[in-house]
């Protein structure tokens, strides 16, 4: 999670959520489930029940949903998902999922969700300078694949488009809510490509804010071990640092982390916060391709779009 009084709370479980693929909770509606069966695709009926699931926090039921073939947009497999679900719900143990909108594209044995959902909870361990749990918000939107084998759909794969993730302590949350806190970075950028990332933060006369801004990969590491940062004293209103993107083909993590402090003589900790937002990094030179015509028909369809 962060350092110094962060530390204690495991910062890298901070960006489990980020590796995550992209979940949502089914909205209420006005006609029975039953009801609404007969009119729906079978990959909407499969989203309602494994966002039920998720947020059930039942792990056999969600990982069923998942073909044995599945790989994330970030590359990570099946096994290493569940892991990390696995790890994301001890360390937020409240925490649940609300969809705000989807829809879907389906042909043949292929279909597509396209989601908005943000994530909510509170962290299973209160930090001890501020006497309370994190509160975890998360705004996440992308898209499913999917894959019809024999008479059951699975997922496929995940393409997540934007994600921003904040966690919260003391008065950290109210800063954000009244706009005094603001981070900026690119939501993709080409390999090798030099991009920054700020933390921008309106200070009243009598807060201090002293600050880090990181970058790391997205990737699966059960061992990752973070390196020791020094937090910077904000002089100005902002704290700005340079990335080069990684040539290795991940996806990237841009965070900052900053503790609040207030009064003149003797300012005393009363806020801390965690931004974080994913950047999505091209393949400078992908390479193309080979095509091949088919000499017959593969299939027959009809394209529909189901919106939600």
């Not at 056999?60 to 790890?87: A, C, Q």
């Not at 925490?95 to 909108?101: A, F, M, P, V």
């Not at 804010?209 to 973070?226: G, N, P, T």
């Not at 902002?238 to 990335?243: A, D, N, Q, V």
């Amino acid at each position: 999670m962060m350092l110094n009084p962060f530390r204690a709370l495991n910062r890298k479980f901070f960006l489990t959520i980020l590796l995550l693929s992209i979940f949502s909770l089914a909205m209420p509606a006005v006609e029975s489930k039953s009801d609404q069966a007969k009119a729906k695709h079978p990959v909407a009926i499969l989203l309602e029940n494994f966002y039920d699931a998720w947020n059930l926090h039942d792990i056999d039921e969600v990982m069923s949903y998942y073909s044995k073939s599945f790989i994330s947009g970030d590359g990570i497999d099946k096994d290493s998902y569940k892991k990390l679900t696995l790890k994301l719900w001890e360390n937020y143990p409240d925490i649940q999922i609300l969809n705000r909108k989807k829809s879907f594209r389906n042909q043949d044995q292929y279909s597509t969700a396209t989601t908005v959902d943000y994530y909510i909870g509170e962290t299973k361990l209160e930090n001890p300078d501020f006497k309370q749990k994190g509160k975890i918000n998360a705004l996440s939107q992308g898209s499913w694949y999917f894959k019809k084998y024999g008479k059951d759909w699975k997922i496929e794969s995940d393409d997540i488009n934007f994600e921003l993730t904040t966690v919260t302590y003391g008065s950290a949350k109210s800063l954000l809510d009244a706009n005094y806190v603001y981070f900026s970075a690119p939501e993709q950028v080409r390999s090798g490509q030099d991009y920054s990332a700020t933390l921008y933060f309106a200070k009243e006369e009598d807060i201090s804010v002293s600050a880090i801004v990181e970058k790391e990969l997205i990737k699966f590491d059960e061992d990752k071990e973070l390196p020791e940062e020094e937090y910077q004293n904000l002089a100005s209103n902002k704290l700005e640092r340079l990335f080069k993107a990684n040539n290795s083909n991940y996806n990237e993590l841009v965070s900052a982390t900053a503790l609040v402090y207030k009064g003149i003589v003797e300012p005393e900790l009363e806020g801390l916060l965690f931004i974080s937002k994913r950047v999505n990094v091209l393949e400078k030179n992908k390479p193309i391709e080979e095509v091949k015509l088919v000499d017959k028909i593969y299939a027959e369809t009809e394209f529909k779009e189901e919106i939600e």
